[in-house]
């Protein structure tokens, strides 16, 4: 099973809203990934987990937040969104890199729209 | 940091036609290259993908070649099927930890 999954798949929310985007795999992974993709461009990479701690921050908005409750699970909290933050965001999933890049298994998505 | 370049942005063929797609890369240490296809609404799934250590790899109606000399590697789809149509991507590492992504290739296999 390469299944990575995501909730919701849609989200609306204002700009004072606070809400968060879930991501779960089973496949026993310890590196996972949060990326934002916007209409008509690659996936861009926001947040990287190794063993639960956070290893790469690529100079994410603060208004961001990420959380690695366990191995299996991936929160990204939101909070005082502007409306340039819609779009789609990915999680993925892989074995952690060890001198080598492995396969990444991209979830569905959720589509955020801030109003 | 990585570069990685894909061509064509666009690419349409007919129903059973091949379909090549391009990319290049900067950094000569990158050892692993996927290709990911992306349908509407959808996340990306990897298809297929090749370490450095091979030339070229196959399944089925699609293979994937690699030409470390040159930096670059290719997709190929052979007997294009309408539901090939969506958007490719291919990948390629940076620093052994984050992968880059090529800007995209849009493919419309007309039936």
């Known amino acids: 099973d390469t299944e990575v999954t995501q909730t919701p798949k849609h989200l609306v929310m204002g700009m004072t809203n606070k809400k968060s985007l879930k991501c779960e795999q089973h496949?026993?992974?310890?590196?996972m990934y949060w990326y934002k993709q916007k209409a008509k461009k690659p996936p861009e990479l926001m947040f990287v987990y190794s063993y639960e701690k956070l290893s790469i921050n690529e100079s994410v908005p603060s208004r961001f937040s990420p959380e690695c409750p366990n191995s299996s699970l991936l929160n990204l909290h939101l909070h005082a969104l502007q409306p340039e933050d819609s779009a789609l965001y990915l999680c993925?999933?892989?074995?952690?890199?060890?001198?080598?890049?492995?396969?990444?298994?991209f979830g569905p998505g959720t589509r955020l729209t801030v109003l | 940091g990585e570069n990685v370049e894909q061509h064509p942005s666009t690419l349409s063929v007919q129903e059973g036609d091949s379909a090549v797609i391009k990319c290049t890369y900067s950094?000569?240490?990158?050892?692993?290259f996927p290709w990911y296809k992306q349908e509407l609404g959808k996340g990306p799934q990897l298809i297929i993908d090749?370490?450095?250590?091979?030339g070229e790899k196959k399944d089925q109606r699609i293979a994937v070649t690699l030409n470390k000399t040159a930096k670059h590697f290719s997709l190929h789809i052979t007997e294009t099927q309408p539901e090939d149509s969506a958007v490719y991507f291919c990948a390629a590492p940076y620093n052994f930890n984050k992968f880059y992504f090529g800007s995209g290739t849009k493919l419309n296999v007309k039936p």
């Open positions: 090749i370490r450095s250590n091979v």
């Open positions: 496949m026993g992974h310890r590196a």
């Open positions: 950094d000569s240490a990158s050892n692993y």
């Open positions: 993925a999933s892989s074995q952690v890199p060890s001198g080598s890049l492995d396969t990444q298994y």
